[in-house]
């Protein structure tokens, strides 16, 4: 019995010892396992996430380097663009001195006028303005000097400026673009004038009723001076149209940077304010003559 008991005991304590040594080692076994595919999946998951983190850098960065390339695309666009807009740019200059001077005609002045009442009048206001080609004296051709010109259009100015006994009015009336190109003017006209007497109308240290006095204080044959004076003048009726039978405009005439006068916008302007005054109704009743020297 001793034997069997022992037999017993001692297999049931090896069975029992081995159960819970198999029973303590399974679950580390099993929690190996576990933790290794924990690891591996923590460490694909880094993987992933730095993959993620390449890809979204290199996306990045391939954006801003595509922006950055339409950006300078854009800027060479815009800096070529400016450069041809830059070339295409010319001042009246330019193309004047391209030019070949060509000699001013009626047509000229006509088609000046008419652009610029048809902004302003009805088409029955700009019939009454028009000034046919009956209304202009011969045209300087460019081989003429003032004296010889004025000689050919008024050829009877001795006896003309004879019968002139008006103040406060002209015979004739010389308009050009600058007070410098008045005093020229006046100097040309040494030869021509005769007993006549002359006086400069601009705006250069000169005042607006110092000219209205010398105006009506005594009888005056000619006047050159600039548009913009004569205009005032004429709106204070210091200086009328009765005795007026010829106005000359210098329009050939071209300046250091080649412009005529009516290429200067401020002396076209006071040009075509001065034309309003009372010189296209006198043209057009046969009293005055226009030149284009």
């Known amino acids: 019995m001793a034997d069997d008991l022992g037999d017993e005991w ?3 304590g090896d069975n029992s010892v081995v159960s819970r040594v198999e029973e303590d080692t399974q679950p580390l076994a099993e929690e190996q396992p576990k933790k290794s595919t924990s690891k591996k999946r923590k460490g694909e998951k880094q993987v992933q996430d730095n ?3 390449k890809k979204r850098t290199e996306t990045v ?3 801003c380097f ?4 339409r950006s300078e695309e854009k800027g060479d666009k815009e800096s070529n663009k400016n450069k041809k807009r830059r070339k295409k740019k010319k001042t009246i200059t330019d193309v004047l001195t391209s030019s070949e001077p060509v000699p001013g ?3 000229d002045l006509m088609s000046l006028l008419k652009s610029h009442h048809s902004q302003t009048r009805s088409v029955i206001e700009q019939e009454e303005l028009e000034l046919s080609e009956s209304f202009f004296l011969s045209s300087n051709d460019l081989t003429h000097s003032l004296n010889s010109y004025l000689k050919e259009v008024c050829p009877k100015w001795a006896k003309i400026q004879k019968q002139h006994t008006q103040t406060r009015s002209v015979v004739l009336l010389i308009i050009c673009g600058s007070a410098l190109r008045t005093i020229d003017l006046i100097k040309q006209l040494i030869a021509f004038k005769g007993q006549a007497k002359v006086l400069k109308l601009f705006a250069k240290h000169i005042k607006v009723d110092e000219q209205i006095k010398l105006l009506s204080k005594g009888v005056t044959h000619i006047a050159v001076g600039t548009p913009g004076r004569i205009c005032a003048l004429l709106e204070k009726e210091g200086l009328t149209t009765q005795g007026l039978r010829y106005l000359v405009l210098d329009w050939n005439y071209r ?3 080649h412009r005529r006068m009516v290429d200067i916008p401020e002396v076209k302007g006071d040009l075509l304010k001065m034309m309003d005054h009372g010189l296209i109704q006198s043209c057009r009743e046969g009293t005055v003559k226009i030149g284009l020297f």
Not at 66 to 69: A, D, G, L, P, R
Request: proline content about 5%.
């Open 10 to 12: 001692w297999t049931q």
């Open 255 to 257: 300046d250091q940077k």
């Open 66 to 69: 595509i922006t950055q390339e």
């Open 61 to 63: 960065q391939k954006e």
């Open 105 to 107: 005609s009626p047509a």
């Open 51 to 53: 993959t993620k983190k």
